[in-house]
């Protein structure tokens, strides 16, 4: 994914996930030739701590 969209995913701007990867602390983070960056979903969900897709797959689970 691009930095925007992991930017809004991480609730950051896009700029930090630019700094981030540039510094090498997102895992699996690409610079294309073009100079812009791709990271994968799974280096979202490392720094997020959890997959919030599994919630949404998931509602009202551990809810009582």
Do not use: F, N, Y
């Amino acid at each position: 994914m691009s930095t925007g969209e992991a930017a809004r995913h991480l609730g950051v701007g896009a700029q930090a996930v630019r700094r981030w990867c540039e510094a090498g602390k997102v895992a699996g983070a690409v610079q294309l030739p073009s100079g812009r960056w791709r990271l994968p979903w799974s280096a979202v969900v490392e720094i997020l701590g959890s997959d919030p897709r599994e919630e949404l797959a998931h509602p009202g689970a551990g809810a009582r």
